[in-house]
């Protein structure tokens, strides 16, 4: 069985540009859930999708947008980067939205440096 | 609003030693209880979790978790430290049925001494 993936690894950009990061969820998943953990913090929740549909959304500007894919694997875009973009981003993969007793998997992460 | 403290931002033990790592929540809404650890440069790996069951949990690597409704809190022990547990934990709440949302604490890095 495939875990969660996440690409890249690491970026670098300077403020104002965008980024895409990528995210395959883990075999027989249909949630994806985007985190952003800022150094010396714990992950905040940025938005979940379900079946290619946002299903919820945490205290996150319009410019940190997403898509979920037919194959269930996702995408965060972030525009307009400001250096407090500058953080881990962590893609998470459940099985059912609606199950509270639903366990999210997380990927390795991607670095995301703003300059 | 609903939230996840974790007390001691640093925690040192002896190899060898009890591992105690605190983590209390707020809301009287019935929680789903998580505690993740984090190596260095590495995505989180789920310890272990609470979802109505049995109060007192067991997870991986030796570790288990006691909920205690009436103190809202949900501590991670391990008897014995050993070197391989340094790292970052986390404790996570999901408040109720169809709400995807994780809240978690800032994290306990766990040093052990040689």
New interface residues.
Partial sequence: ETG?T?SPTHLIKTRGQQVTLRCSSQSGHN?V?W?QQAL??????IF?Y?REEE??R?NFPPRFSGLQFPNYSSELNVNALELDDSALY?C?S?SQ??E??D???????TRLTVL | AQSVTQLGSHVSVSEGALVLLRCNYSSSVPPYLFWYVQYPNQGLQLLLKYTSAATLVKGINGFEAEFKKSETSFHLTKPSAHMSDAAEYFCAVRWGFGNEKLTFGTGTRLTIIP
């Fill in positions: 969660v996440q949630t859930s985190y010396g913090q714990g992950p905040q929740f979940q379900y299903n919820g945490g962590l998470a459940s939205a609606g509270s007793t366990t999210q998997y997380f990927g390795p992460g």
